[in-house]
């Protein structure tokens, strides 16, 4: 007699019949090979097939990513702001000076370069976000152009105007809103900025703030008490910022003792003088 399992008897991959299976998905307990083993960001050594673990329900990331995939995000609706912001201007222009000089019907055409592209960026058109990195530029040159005087002032409109294209050809929501690919890691640092443990960062603004103006030394300390009782770095997803909490709270306490001991004094010495002299 033999102890040896026949190899048809072996435990087989669910997808992958030619595999060994090394484990069962955590969700369905369907057998997983090596290849399908995946792991789901926030929920440790557990292991899941391929399905499950791009399931909303196990993977909060993914989650994450089909709540706000094709949804409007801020910038969607900034851009489509200063879009009509820009037609009504040329329109408010036009009422109330008619055409003007042939340079100045140019400059009201200039300003309605970037509609298009405003347009199509706040209905989702892929194209769009390219060029809203070269508009900018191609409105300063074209103003440029026409008032050669006037260039300091474009040159101080493009810069920030840049910068701020830049931020929005960059920023996560936003690519989710063009249904692009995001990355896990993209994913998770969004998540982590706009969910995980917010009043942990509002504990840490008031307590600095408290060091400024004590009044705000209860509200640091209350949103860090908060904030404490909410980390959890074992839930799914994990709850974290203890640290931001811990410093809320400390500041919070320190601050008014600060002012009382340190602060008061050398204010009173400075300020008594010019009062009582
Ligand atoms: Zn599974
Ligand atoms: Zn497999």
Avoid at 49 to 72: H, K, S, T
Avoid at 209 to 236: F, M, N, Y
Wanted: hydrophobic share 50%; proline share 7%.
């Amino acid at each position: 007699m033999s102890l040896e399992v026949p190899a048809s008897q072996q435990r087989r991959c669910a997808v992958h019949p030619d595999q060994p299976a090394g484990g069962t998905c955590t969700r369905c307990g369907s057998f997983i090979c090596a290849d399908c083993a995946t792991s789901v960001p926030g929920l440790g050594v557990r292991l899941y097939c391929v399905a499950c673990a791009a399931r909303p329900d196990v993977n909060y990331l993914e989650a994450l990513r089909q709540r706000y995939l094709g949804r409007r995000d801020e910038w969607a609706w900034v851009v489509g702001g200063v879009t009509l912001l820009l037609c009504v201007t040329v329109v408010a222009a036009l009422a109330l000076w008619g055409p003007g000089t042939r340079r100045q019907s140019l400059f009201l055409l200039v300003l309605l370069i970037p509609v298009p592209v405003g347009v199509a960026f706040f209905l989702g058109q892929r194209w769009a976000r390219h060029a809203l990195l070269a508009t900018p530029l191609v409105v300063a040159v074209a103003a440029d152009a026409l008032y050669r005087d006037a260039r300091f002032l474009f040159l101080l409109c493009l810069v920030p105007s840049m910068v701020t294209a830049l931020r929005i050809h960059r920023d996560v929501r936003n690519q989710l809103f063009f249904r692009l690919p995001v990355s896990p890691e993209a994913l998770k640092v969004m998540w982590n900025r706009r969910f995980n443990n917010r009043i942990a960062r509002h504990a840490l603004r008031f307590g600095l703030g408290a060091v400024l103006l004590p009044l705000w030394a209860p509200i640091a300390v209350i949103c860090g008490a908060v904030a404490l009782t909410r980390v959890d770095p074992k839930a799914t997803p994990p709850i974290g910022r203890r640290g931001q909490a811990l410093t809320g709270i400390f500041l919070g306490l320190v601050s008014p003792l600060l002012w009382w001991f340190v602060l008061l004094p050398v204010l009173d010495r400075w300020l008594s003088p010019m009062f009582y002299k």
